[in-house]
C-alpha cells in the first residue's frame, strides 16, 4: 500500500493526537507526556535511542547481505523479567534524537545498503517515527520498513501504521495471561496479541521474498521458547493457525537466557533443553507450519 500524501500527514497528525494524553499501548496510561509526565514505559516526549547499526542477527530475509538497518529504541511498555535489553529498554540507557535526526539515520542506514529499517521496540515512539519515515521517503528511503515488536499493540494504533509499515516481525509471547502479567507486567496479553496479529495479517499478508532474497512485505512471528514452555507453545500455535493460517513465516527461538531478574523465578531460570527444542519443532509440524526458521543455540 503506498500512500497518498495527505493520507500520511492524517495518519501521523493520529498519532500525535495519541501521544499526550498517551494512548499508543494497550495499557492506555494517558500520560501527558507533552507536559513532562512520564507514562509506565517512562518514555518522554523526545525520542531516545540506545544505537543504530547494520545488524545480522535476524532471519536471513531480514538480515540479507550487509544486515538489517537496525534502530533500538531506548524504554519499553512491558517489563519483561528475563529482558536481554534491559540497560535501554528498562533503565532508559541511551541519547536522544529529533524527528529529523531519526530521517537520517534512516537515510544513513540505507547509505550502506541496509536491508531494511528495523524498528524495535517503537511503539512509544510511533508519532515522531512515522513522521521521520515520511521525511525520509520524501529525501529518497525507498528499502522496507520492519515494525519489530513485542505483539502488545493496540489494534487503532497499528491501522495507523498501515501503508508506513512493510514487514511486521511479532513475537507472541503468551497464551496464558497469568503468565503475562507475572513475567511482563501485560494484562490481557493474549487477547490483545490476537487481534493485533489479525491486523497485521490484514495488511501485510504472508511473507513476500524480492529477487534477492530479502522481504520486501509480509508477517514474521516469532516464538521465543521458555523453559517449561511446550504447553503455552502448543497454545500460542493454536491461537496463529485459527486466526492466519498455518501458511504464515514462524521463527521459533531456542535463544532464551535467564538474565536481568529471571533467577528470581525457578521456573524459567535455566536455558532451555534440547530435548524441549526438538519437541517444539515436533508442536510445529503437527499444526501444519512449514514455512520460516529453526534458531537453536
Do not use: W
Given at each position: 500500500?503506498?500512500?497518498?500524501?495527505?493520507?500520511?500527514?492524517?495518519?501521523?497528525?493520529?498519532?500525535?493526537?495519541?501521544?499526550?494524553?498517551?494512548?499508543?499501548?494497550?495499557?492506555?496510561?494517558?500520560?501527558?507526556?507533552?507536559?513532562?509526565?512520564?507514562?509506565?514505559?517512562?518514555?518522554?516526549?523526545?525520542?531516545?535511542?540506545?544505537?543504530?547499526?547494520?545488524?545480522?542477527g535476524e532471519e536471513p530475509p531480514l538480515s540479507g547481505v550487509n544486515g538489517s538497518g537496525a534502530i533500538f529504541f531506548s524504554h519499553c511498555n512491558l517489563?519483561?523479567?528475563?529482558?536481554?535489553?534491559?540497560n535501554f529498554s528498562q533503565y532508559g540507557k541511551g541519547h536522544f534524537v529529533s524527528v529529523r535526526e531519526?530521517?537520517?539515520?534512516?537515510?544513513?542506514?540505507?547509505?550502506?545498503?541496509?536491508?531494511?529499517?528495523?524498528?524495535?521496540?517503537?511503539?512509544?515512539?510511533?508519532?515522531?517515527?512515522?513522521?521521520?519515515?515520511k521525511i525520509a521517503r520524501d529525501k529518497g528511503l525507498a528499502i522496507p520498513i520492519v515494525y519489530n515488536t513485542s505483539g502488545y499493540e493496540s489494534v487503532r494504533v497499528l491501522r495507523l501504521l498501515n501503508?508506513?509499515?512493510?514487514?511486521?516481525?511479532?513475537?507472541f509471547?503468551?497464551?496464558f495471561n497469568e503468565h503475562?502479567?507475572?513475567?511482563?507486567?501485560?494484562?490481557?496479553?493474549?487477547e490483545i496479541a490476537k487481534e493485533a496479529l489479525i491486523e497485521m495479517y490484514k495488511q501485510v499478508g504472508n511473507l513476500k521474498i524480492g529477487k534477492d532474497g530479502t522481504a520486501v512485505k509480509g508477517l514474521i512471528i516469532r516464538l521465543l521458547l521458555f523453559p517449561n514452555g511446550l504447553k503455552e507453545l502448543e497454545k500460542i500455535l493454536e491461537i496463529i493457525s485459527e486466526c492466519v493460517g498455518n501458511r504464515v513465516h514462524i521463527s521459533l527461538m531456542s535463544q532464551y537466557v535467564p538474565v536481568h531478574r529471571a533467577k528470581e523465578y525457578p521456573e524459567?531460570?535455566?536455558?532451555?533443553t534440547k530435548e524441549e527444542f526438538l519437541r517444539a519443532s515436533h508442536l510445529l509440524r503437527k499444526f501444519g507450519f512449514t514455512n520460516g526458521w529453526l534458531q537453536y543455540g
Open positions: 500500500m503506498s500512500l497518498k500524501p495527505e493520507q500520511e500527514l492524517h495518519q501521523i497528525k493520529k498519532l500525535y493526537e495519541l501521544l499526550s494524553p498517551c494512548f499508543l499501548c494497550p495499557l492506555n496510561c494517558g500520560a501527558r507526556r507533552l507536559e513532562g509526565e512520564r507514562g509506565i514505559c517512562n518514555a518522554s516526549q523526545r525520542v531516545k535511542i540506545s544505537s543504530y547499526t547494520l545488524y545480522k517489563k519483561c523479567v528475563y529482558c536481554q535489553n534491559f531519526l530521517s537520517n539515520i534512516m537515510l544513513d542506514l540505507q547509505s550502506k545498503r541496509a536491508a531494511n529499517i528495523n524498528l524495535i521496540t517503537a511503539t512509544h515512539y510511533l508519532p515522531q517515527v512515522t513522521a521521520a519515515i501503508g508506513f509499515v512493510d514487514v511486521y516481525l511479532t513475537d509471547r503468551y497464551a503475562a502479567v507475572k513475567y511482563s507486567s501485560a494484562p490481557f496479553y493474549k524459567i531460570s535455566r536455558k532451555v
